[in-house]
């Protein structure tokens, strides 16, 4: 048997936008509530602003994943989560985690070969986002021992 993943990421993907509301509702909520640290960097915020950030860094992801380069947004985005949310790389796996449980929950021709697309197709894109973050532990590191 073979798999087309750009076919089943892009059939899930037309999936989640043409259901955005519920699709981003159910991740933000279960995101959150994966974790403690992920609860307290959400803390105070603006909840349909992040709402459209999510779509917005997704689309962003799935840009890196075709060109294999980093739009200002996904490098801003990698430098707030370790500056500003204190996200650390480890925490991306709830991110992927949490999305693939959400659309096991809400998408009715979801498949573990759609996780599989998924994971795929956001793979650079995260990898990107946890190194720029090491990138900056390891630069203030640096830092701080110079000091």
């Keep these: 048997m073979e798999f087309d993943f750009n076919e089943l990421f892009n059939d899930s993907y037309e999936f989640v936008l043409n259901n955005s509301d519920e699709f981003f509702d159910s991740f933000i909520t279960t995101f959150i509530n994966s974790s403690p ?4 960097a959400f803390r105070n915020t603006d909840m349909d602003n992040q709402k459209s950030m999510l779509k917005k860094a997704i689309t962003h992801m ?13 490098i801003a985005i990698s430098k707030a989560h370790i500056e500003t949310h204190k996200i650390t790389p480890h925490l991306y796996e709830n991110f992927i985690n949490t999305l693939i449980a959400t659309l096991a929950e809400i998408e009715p021709r979801f498949s573990h070969e759609t996780a599989v697309a998924w994971r795929i197709t956001l793979a650079p894109g995260i990898e990107f986002m946890k190194h720029m973050s090491l990138k900056d532990v390891e630069m203030k590191n640096k830092s701080a021992a110079n000091l």
């Design 62 to 74: 799935v840009i890196f994943f075709t060109t294999k380069r980093a739009s200002p947004y996904l």
């Design 37 to 40: 640290l992920i609860k307290e």
